[in-house]
């Protein structure tokens, strides 16, 4: 346990100008404060945030983090307010205590709720100055070193995944990778500590065997840099038991099979010896192929920089070589802390905020999302994705998330920009908005003022950024669409029953639907999440609607058969009750092969989807209307089913003649033909086809994947 001279002599190995006087008011007001608290272990609770001080010393942070630091729940767990920190210690303090109590304050109910809301206030926190990550860092590493306290196991595991899944790379995302390890090690401990242990004592066993070895590597490193007339300071680090886990189960292989166990840091004074040091190291060593990175030129995300290169060492063994400035080294331990180190209490320079730009959009995509869940979902994606560099026209170097589209690439340049985004360019060549992004590659995005997103973007886009950008335009599109079709759905009814329609009406049972306004009856009609019967019955529940017939007109496609054949006999399917009305749904066009299910449709009697269907999502809570169907036996002569294909082709002349040629050819007969989108380069069109089966649709469909001028064909699975 630290005390307050202990802190301070710290303080003053790094900063000699240093006055003790604030920390040790800060000692006393947190003492005063949490007087008579006291932590699940049974030791006062203002040992807690001196020791997280403590931590923040040890990186050399500036004098306001480690005043917050002691501070830290003064605001959340005791009386004190903000205003009184703002006299006693300043506005900087009391704003950075502030940000740190934010995070704490977690208002959801639900488990998952609780992460996600938690994670927000986080990022919120951030955004006004990252020294408040800094010290809930630092407290949560404290809070890991003394887990043991709490008795009940399954808190243990709750705090340990947590930190696994949120702490820990957030520290490597800010280059923290001193506290990242440690980290990952304590929660590792807690979730599995039989396989740490496992490892711990193969490790034990491989330094007595090897005694020396290291040691030898280095010398025979340090001979051949010395012969280059090459200054540099060599040292062996083991790879921590996590990650050494990590790539136990990432590569599926045994511990005796792991060649990297360990890695050799070669320290120089400057960037020019860095690329001296490698060649010299390469015209000794062969490299092992793929084994070569350099971050030096291109610097990771959280602005990691070094060279990275494995030989085949003295004795023929496979070593990993890390090459690096001295102020790379120190950077590589504390990430965005090292600036604090040189510069007591300024914010870093604009450059090296750039390197942090993912914050600033995990920020955005705070302004996009409505629920909790969504930010989570799109955050995780921004937080654990692989990232490829990429670049703009100008040769601004971007770094975006593995599998990243040109979509994804426009609304990283700008939300605008994407918004505004109608084709692309890659390596000066028009290609495909899906087009999966690589290394290096140039791209430059084609806007025009009157475009807007388009849902179907939402399937291939890997960036929260642009994926709830995408949402929140569906969103306020498409609640107005619903609600016109559901208020005429409505209408349709009351005609059919004799009233007249009226909005006074749908006003009386806004309660019952837990609705604000009509509005929101109407869009929950239109959307499908609501029957327009139910809400007619609501209305009028002592009304009797007499059972009539349907048109054979409203029969869809419940008897289509090929053009020419009798249109009385009934597709065969079975788990049907004689009579019952049917017809297939028109949003996936089941044919004769593929695993259906039956909807029981007010009204409509039974509609047929295949078991993918993305509209089943609606049905979901009404399990009662399932039914187990499937296809039955037809006559002799195949039945015509409708398949639907999405195709995007090259805008070429003659280019829809060949498509319908390739169907004809492979005996189908196009029924509808829809153009959904087009540009100067290439249509998007939806297409139906009579077919025999699904064999028969896939046979048209690998025909169609061989024709050049098509870059895409699905079929279509859409609502």
Request: charged share 30%; hydrophobic share 35%; net charge neutral.
């Amino acid at each position: 346990m630290i005390d307050q001279e202990q802190l301070v002599d710290q303080i003053k190995s790094y900063k000699t100008d240093f006055d003790p006087a604030i920390i040790e008011r800060a000692y006393d007001y947190a003492k005063k404060m949490h007087e008579g608290q006291t932590r699940a272990s049974g030791e006062p609770y203002y040992t807690h945030p001196v020791e997280v001080a403590s931590i923040l010393a040890g990186m050399k942070m500036d004098t306001g983090t480690i005043v917050t630091a002691i501070l830290h729940d003064t605001l959340e767990d005791t009386d004190a307010t903000y205003e009184d920190l703002e006299k006693q210690f300043g506005k900087e303090v009391a704003d950075l205590v502030n940000g740190v109590s934010k995070l704490t304050r977690i208002e959801s109910q639900t488990v998952e709720g609780k992460q996600a809301e938690n994670f927000r206030k986080l990022l919120l926190a951030m955004s006004e100055d990252i020294r408040v990550l800094l010290v809930k860092l630092a407290d949560r590493l404290h809070n890991m070193r003394t887990l043991q306290g709490f008795k009940d196991k399954d808190k243990q595991r709750r705090i340990a995944l947590e930190t696994l899944e949120i702490y820990a790379p957030l520290s490597e995302r800010i280059g923290v990778h001193q506290m990242k390890e440690e980290l990952e090690d304590l929660a590792f401990d807690v979730l599995n500590s039989e396989a740490r242990e496992s490892i711990t004592n193969r490790l034990d066993y491989l330094r007595k065997e090897g005694k020396g070895v290291a040691d030898t590597i280095i010398k025979e490193l340090q001979s051949h840099l010395k012969k280059a007339d090459i200054k540099a300071e060599i040292n062996g680090r083991e790879k921590t038991r996590y990650s050494i886990w990590k790539k136990m189960q990432r590569k599926n292989v045994a511990f005796e099979q792991l060649s990297d166990i360990m890695a050799f840091r070669i320290v120089m004074e400057s960037v020019e010896e860095c690329y001296h040091a490698l060649g010299v190291i390469h015209s000794h060593y062969p490299s092992v192929p793929g084994r070569f990175k350099d971050y030096i030129s291109t610097p990771k995300a959280n602005g990691y920089r070094s060279i990275h290169t494995t030989v085949m060492g003295p004795a023929q063994q496979r070593i990993e070589i890390q090459i690096r400035t001295r102020e790379m080294h120190y950077e590589a331990d504390l990430g965005v802390a090292a600036h604090w180190a040189y510069k007591e209490g300024e914010m870093p320079s604009l450059k090296d905020v750039k390197k942090y730009r993912w914050l600033r959009e995990l920020l955005e995509i705070l302004e996009q999302e409505q629920r909790p869940e969504d930010f989570w979902e799109n955050t995780k994606l921004e937080l654990f994705q692989e990232q490829v560099f990429v670049f703009s026209p100008k040769g601004d170097l971007i770094e975006m998330p593995n599998g990243a589209t040109p979509i994804d690439f426009a609304y990283a340049i700008h939300s605008d920009v994407g918004d505004r985004c109608v084709g692309a360019k890659i390596n000066s060549r028009i290609a495909p908005l899906n087009t999966k992004l690589a290394n290096g590659d140039q791209v430059d995005i084609i806007t025009a003022k009157t475009q807007n997103p388009s849902p179907t973007w939402e399937r291939f886009v890997v960036t929260g950024k642009a994926r709830s950008h995408i949402r929140k335009f569906i969103r306020n599109q498409q609640r107005g669409e619903y609600a016109t079709l559901g208020k005429a759905m409505l209408q349709k009814i009351f005609r059919q029953e004799g009233y007249d329609f009226t909005e006074k009406a749908v006003g009386g049972i806004l309660k019952k639907f837990k609705a604000e306004e009509s509005d929101d009856i109407y869009a929950k009609v239109g959307s499908g999440l609501l029957v327009a019967r139910d809400v007619f019955k609501a209305i009028f529940p002592a009304h009797k609607t007499e059972v009539a017939k349907r048109p054979s007109s409203e029969m869809d496609q419940a008897t289509m058969l090929r053009p020419g054949k009798n249109k009385d006999a009934p597709v065969p399917i079975k788990g049907l009750i004689p009579g019952m009305a049917m017809h297939f749904a028109r949003c996936c066009h089941p044919l004769p092969g593929d695993r259906i299910v039956g909807i029981v449709t007010t009204g409509k009697g039974v509609t047929i989807h295949t078991i993918d269907c993305e509209t089943l999502e609606t049905f979901a809570d009404t399990p009662e209307r399932w039914l187990d169907v499937s296809w039955g036996e037809g006559s002799d002569t195949p039945e015509a089913h409708v398949g639907r294909l999405n195709l995007t082709f090259s805008n070429e002349a003659g280019a829809l003649g060949t498509i319908t040629t390739v169907i004809a050819a492979n005996g189908g007969n196009i029924t509808n033909l829809k153009i959904t989108s087009r540009s100067v380069d290439f249509w998007d069109i939806v297409i139906d086809i009579y077919v025999n089966d699904t064999k028969h649709l896939n046979n048209i469909i690998a025909a169609l994947r061989a024709t050049p001028i098509i870059a895409s064909v699905e079929r279509s699975r859409g609502r």
